[in-house]
């Protein structure tokens, strides 16, 4: 079956600029993870979602930083007046159930956000 | 957050056993260790994960200390499609039901011919 698929796969915005980051889960799949992944690191958590519900987005470095998941599938993270230090692979996660540690996370290839 | 601590690199030849160590001397009673590979321009992809009891898939076996603060991935017999990044994961609950994964810098693994 299909993956987990995001779009764009390459971004390149201007400094100030608004970009929007788009995930498709495995459908059926109650929980969305995104996460930033700078180069050479560990992905590193921005948001959760459980079906529509955001229950955590500890990990959003600031307000410019926005997710939804309006219908419960398809997902939208939008990053506001970006600047250069966005410059990241953007990640987007899903699994079947919700709340449980022993679900495996399925993986999209991210989206390069490149900031000039 | 509680981070794992891996070696940054390892090499390994082909068709050879490669044992992959990680620490997580954070880990709390409840939370699973999950491993993790990433090729280059790609997103992370599952492996293995387990709680308490040494596990085996198809893919690997991932041999957990009785403490539980290290485990080590063990891939039997090494190809050249094994080399990637390895990551060792926990699960952190941040409240409620979410148990985001809390990813260090990993192993980059080579495989020799």
């Known amino acids: 079956g299909a993956g987990v698929s995001q779009s764009p796969r390459y971004k390149v915005a201007k400094r100030g600029q608004d970009v929007a980051l788009r995930c498709d889960p495995i459908?059926?799949?109650?929980?969305l993870f995104w996460y930033q992944q700078a180069l050479g690191q560990g992905p590193e958590f921005l948001t959760y979602?459980?079906?529509?519900?955001?229950?955590?987005k500890s990990g959003l470095p600031s307000d410019r930083f926005f997710a939804e998941r309006p219908e419960g599938s398809v997902s939208t993270l939008k990053i506001q007046r970006t600047q250069q230090e966005d410059s990241a692979v953007y990640l987007c996660?899903?699994?079947?159930?919700?709340?449980?540690?022993?679900?495996?996370?399925?993986f999209g290839d991210g989206t390069r956000l490149s900031i000039l | 957050d509680a981070k794992t601590t891996q070696p940054n690199s390892m090499e390994s030849n082909e068709e050879e056993p490669v044992h992959l160590p990680c620490n997580h001397s954070?880990?709390?009673?409840?939370?699973?260790i999950h491993w993790y590979r990433q090729l280059p321009s790609q997103g992370p992809e599952y492996v293995i994960h387990?709680?308490?009891s040494n596990v085996n898939n198809r893919m690997a076996s991932l041999a957990i200390a009785e403490d539980r603060k290290s485990s080590t991935l063990i891939l039997h017999r090494a190809t050249l499609r094994d080399a990637a990044v390895y990551y060792c994961?926990?699960?952190?609950?941040?409240?409620?039901?979410?148990?985001?994964?809390?990813f260090g810098k990993g192993t980059l693994l080579t495989v020799n011919p």
């Open positions: 996660a899903s699994s079947l159930e919700g709340g449980h540690s022993n679900q495996p996370q399925h």
């Open positions: 459908s059926g799949h109650v929980s």
């Open positions: 979602f459980q079906n529509e519900a955001q229950l955590d």
């Open positions: 954070t880990i709390s009673g409840t939370d699973y």
């Open positions: 387990g709680l308490t």
């Open positions: 994961t926990e699960t952190l609950n941040s409240g409620g039901s979410n148990y985001k994964l809390t």
